[in-house]
């Protein structure tokens, strides 16, 4: 299966469409009339698509189990033709567009199943996608190609060279996947003047984001967020809820980080964990949706 452990959870919806055809008119009142011999076709089809959908990760291999928390079924019907409109809906990390065509692919085979004894030519037809939202796709930020960021690594240890810095290196590819260009990349140890320095000095300049990355935890060397905190104009909390609910979902001890998120005038300010892990999963967890900030900070342009 394809890894999903850092896909946003938000709201699923797709909308798929199987037609059925008879070969007769006589087909289509009976079914109207609800003469069919196996019984009422629309009501027993529709049911037999719910329980399908449900089934779709036990069919398909690469499909991943989900809640299914809402399913719909259509019918319209045109002339000789029968359409099968299938709605699925979930808040996950994944669509539901397999799901939806999946169902919508019972409901026609089981209506073939019943009309069959009354008509022999029944054909499926055009099983297909209709629609789809929530995903990626619908929250990237469409407007701002222009965005610029510093990353700051606070370590005592990487600063003296005895330790080698991934975790910032981490950020650099995050925020390099998301269209942002690294104006500077520097080492600082944990000195609560030069952290504060260096988020003045950027916002001085002109970049749009500052990202350090360590100084947030419980140690007595670990002074980021009382360097930031006094400075910035204001708080995010939503920000860093994000990130530690994101950890916290992933290791036990992602409750102890004290990552920060705010602003100095139109300049965003984070401070992050300095662990590989902890940085990673923290930029997974607010990019690419953060850049949304950018609109009302500095106003939206079109490339």
Avoid: W
């Avoid at 400075?231 to 980080?257: C, K, N, V, W, Y």
């Amino acid at each position: 299966m394809v890894d999903i452990t850092n896909k946003y959870t938000t709201l699923r919806i797709a909308t798929a469409q199987a037609v059925v055809k008879v070969s007769k008119q006589e087909t289509i009142e009976a079914i109207k009339n609800d003469t069919v011999p196996k019984g009422n076709v629309f009501a027993m089809s529709k049911a037999a698509g719910l329980l399908g959908v449900k089934r779709t990760p036990d069919i398909l291999p690469d499909c991943h189990p989900l809640p299914i928390e809402f399913t719909g079924v259509e019918y319209k019907i045109n002339d000789l033709e029968i359409s099968v409109i299938f709605t699925v809906k979930t808040i996950y990390k994944t669509g539901v567009e397999v799901e939806a065509m999946h169902g919508a692919s019972v409901v026609a085979l089981n209506m073939y199943d019943m009309l069959k004894p009354i008509d022999k030519g029944i054909e499926i037809h055009a099983i297909k996608l209709l629609n789809k939202k929530g995903g990626k796709s619908d929250f990237n930020d469409k407007f701002r190609k222009d965005l610029t960021a510093a990353v700051v690594v606070c370590s005592d240890t990487i600063s003296a060279g005895h330790k080698e810095d991934k975790a910032g290196k981490a950020i650099i590819a995050k925020l390099e996947s998301c269209g942002v260009k690294i104006s500077e990349y520097v080492i600082i140890p944990d000195e609560k003047e030069v952290i504060q320095q260096k988020a003045q000095s950027y916002q001085e300049q002109g970049i749009d984001m500052v990202i350090y990355t360590g100084g947030t935890g419980l140690s007595a060397r670990d002074v980021t967020p009382e360097a930031l905190i006094p400075i910035l104009d204001r708080r995010i909390p939503g920000i860093e809820e994000a990130i530690r609910s994101h950890g916290q979902e992933r290791t036990p001890f992602s409750m102890l980080s004290r990552s920060v998120a705010g602003t100095i005038e139109d300049v965003l300010i984070l401070a992050l964990p300095g662990s590989t892990n902890g940085a990673k999963e923290s930029m997974d967890a607010i990019f690419p949706g953060v850049l949304h900030s950018f609109r009302i900070l500095k106003g939206a342009r079109h490339d």
